[in-house]
């Protein structure tokens, strides 16, 4: 396999740090450039440092996406940097449209972090054909991020495909947010919630694929097979947790369609475990 030449804008966040540790032992890392708008610690790396919303920032994005096959735009604002005040939730859309400025200038092909929150509250198996139904602030931003570049790409020419992206162990409000006390909802199933989840060494490897791959859909959902049971979850990472009785507006199952990523990538059944889950987040060093 010939490995693409990558640039990661973005990269400082906890996908972008998953991805440095688990690329890091690859050869798809060798071609790896990474972007930040300060400074980093690790002079391994190959970094390119700017603010990617600075007024002048679109020359420096497309030199550093220069001789790259793809894009992967990680950059964007979260529900907690918006509480924080650190972030807009419309520079979700002005990061990855700055990011799809220079796939048109470079040639590079544009994947597009988006999320599973773009489907809102709805239930059962849930794939890419359906039209956005978001409920939160981060799903609409999300949902306007695709739509504004899905119009832009098609008016420059460019090849952007959406990652719909499921709960990821260790980036997620469960594993990545646990405090003691932390309480689950509990079904009359006696169940927990269940969602779709992928691990972050499965990420890696996907995300590697995806990159790799010269003709994807215009979407596509990201996860691992299947659901994962919440509790299940906290109970393979050891840490305690408390029953509460779901109220009628509680989710019992959020399910991603992943029939077609599996045309693209492969997955063993050991991925959709949250044991094994639990374990390649226990892989990750401190503070990623």
């Not at 972090?113 to 139904?133: F, V």
């Not at 090849?159 to 909802?185: K, Y």
């Not at 169940?191 to 060494?201: K, L």
């Not at 399910?255 to 639990?278: I, K, N, W, Y």
């Amino acid at each position: 396999m010939q490995f693409p030449q990558i640039f990661v804008t973005g990269a400082t966040g906890r996908i972008g740090r998953m991805l440095q540790h688990f690329w890091a032992a690859s050869a798809i890392g060798e071609g790896v450039r990474w972007q930040a708008r300060r400074p980093q610690a690790d002079r391994s790396l190959d970094w390119a440092v700017f603010d990617p919303l600075d007024g002048n920032a679109g020359r420096a994005l497309a030199e550093a996406a220069r001789g790259r096959d793809v894009i992967l735009c990680l950059g964007g604002v979260t529900p907690e940097r918006a509480a924080q005040a650190d972030g807009c939730m419309t520079d979700n859309t002005a990061l990855a449209k700055a990011a799809v400025r220079a796939g048109a200038e470079t040639g590079a092909r544009v994947l597009l972090t988006s999320s599973a929150a773009i489907y809102g509250s709805r239930t059962g198996l849930l794939s890419e054909t359906m039209a956005p139904t978001p409920v939160s602030d981060y799903g609409r931003a999300k949902a306007d991020m695709e739509e504004a570049c899905v119009k832009l790409a098609d008016r420059l020419g460019v090849r952007v495909t959406s990652l719909r992206i499921g709960n990821v162990a260790g980036a997620d409000a469960i594993l990545g947010n646990w405090r003691p006390g932390f309480a689950l909802d509990r079904f009359p199933d006696g169940r927990t919630p269940r969602r779709s989840y992928i691990g972050p060494q499965t990420l890696a490897r996907v995300l590697s694929d995806l990159c790799a791959t010269p003709d994807l859909p215009a979407i596509l959902n990201v996860a691992a097979p299947g659901v994962v049971e919440m509790g299940a979850l906290l109970d393979a990472a050891g840490l305690d947790w408390t029953a509460r009785p779901a109220t009628g507006r509680a989710i019992a199952e959020v399910r991603l369609s992943v029939a077609m990523l599996e045309r693209v990538t492969g997955f063993a059944t050991a991925d959709s475990q949250p044991e094994v889950m639990v374990a390649q987040r226990n892989r990750l060093t401190p503070g990623t």
